[in-house]
């Protein structure tokens, strides 16, 4: 049971990170849909490329966390690490990344610009970063596992 134990827990974590983002498309994404449309009437048209934008961001989180259960299914087994399991979920990473950058940095700028908070920019790219990091984790443990390191 020790040696299963971490991945549960990474198992436990993912899934409240699917649970947060699923609340987030049911409940904040129209909601950020409505408030942009009203604070920015002349740009309301923008909202949906913008809301297009980041529920694909949203798919490819999902399709990157079932390629993690399998990857941890896989380990659980004794298996361990596959390139063929990691590249999805960097992949997938990658394209949160510039989903997001596209979809949701456009309309940062708006708010930031509106507010005279240049700040803003900065905090709202903040998040973007993430995926960049767990995609550069994930390139490194490929290119270990090809070598033969891991």
Not at 15 to 38: D, K, N, Q
Not at 114 to 125: K, R, S
């Given at each position: 049971m020790t040696e299963k134990l971490p991945t549960l827990i990474l198992r436990a974590f993912?899934?409240?990170?699917?649970?947060?983002?699923?609340?987030?498309?049911?409940?904040?994404?129209?909601?950020?849909?409505?408030?942009?449309?009203?604070?920015?009437?002349?740009?309301a048209f923008g909202r949906y490329p913008i809301l297009a934008g980041l529920y694909t961001a949203a798919l490819c989180f999902f399709f990157g966390i079932?390629?993690?259960?399998?990857?941890?299914?896989?380990?659980?087994?004794?298996?361990?690490?596959?390139?063929?399991?990691?590249?999805?979920i960097r992949y997938s990473a990658m394209l949160i990344a510039v989903l997001y950058f596209l979809s949701l940095m456009p309309a940062i700028f708006?708010?930031?610009?509106?507010?005279?908070?240049?700040?803003?920019?900065?905090?709202?790219?903040f998040p973007g970063t993430f995926p960049i990091a767990a995609a550069a984790v994930i390139a490194v443990l490929e290119r270990l596992v090809r070598n033969g390191r891991l």
């Open positions: 993912s899934f409240l990170s699917v649970l947060a983002v699923l609340l987030i498309c049911i409940f904040g994404l129209p909601t950020f849909g409505r408030e942009f449309a009203a604070t920015f009437p002349d740009y079932y390629h993690f259960w399998r990857l941890l299914g896989e380990i659980d087994k004794g298996d361990g690490l596959s390139v063929k399991r990691l590249q999805p708006l708010f930031a610009q509106a507010d005279d908070a240049p700040g803003a920019i900065i905090i709202g790219a």
